[in-house]
């Protein structure tokens, strides 16, 4: 069993930077691949990035490749989304996720476990 806990989230203006960091309880953190996820008002949830265990492989959307840099610290259970050159249209409420097995990033069914989501408020 895998308990995540985002947060890092706020309100922020365009250009800004935000980091959001995901707590994740139990002892085999570093055996699963981590992701992060995001939903807008009106929208589907869709992808933002996801890293590999232990961390050498990463994936992101389109949309924020070059200004979103995922990271994990195993030692510390917690992952981190680093997200540069905000823009309006990244307000969402950003969930973190947790995968068993083969790496499928952008496959949110593949994820075993959902945090409750951190909000995310970019103002133009």
């Known amino acids: 069993q895998v308990q995540l806990v985002e947060s890092g989230g706020g309100l922020v203006q365009a250009g800004d930077s935000l980091r959001l960091s995901c707590l994740a309880s139990g002892r085999t953190f570093s055996s699963y691949s981590m992701g992060w996820f995001r939903r807008a008002p009106g929208k589907e949830r869709e992808f933002v990035a996801a890293i590999s265990w232990p961390g050498g492989t990463t994936d992101y959307a389109d949309s924020v490749k070059g200004r979103f840099t995922i990271s994990r610290d195993n030692a510390k259970n917690t992952v981190y989304l680093q997200m540069n050159t905000l823009k309006p249209e990244d307000t969402a409420l950003y969930y973190c996720?947790?995968?068993?097995?083969?790496?499928?990033?952008?496959?949110?069914?593949?994820?075993?476990?959902w945090g409750r989501g951190t909000q995310v408020t970019v103002s133009s």
């Open positions: 996720a947790a995968a068993w097995g083969s790496w499928y990033p952008q496959e949110a069914s593949r994820y075993n476990y």
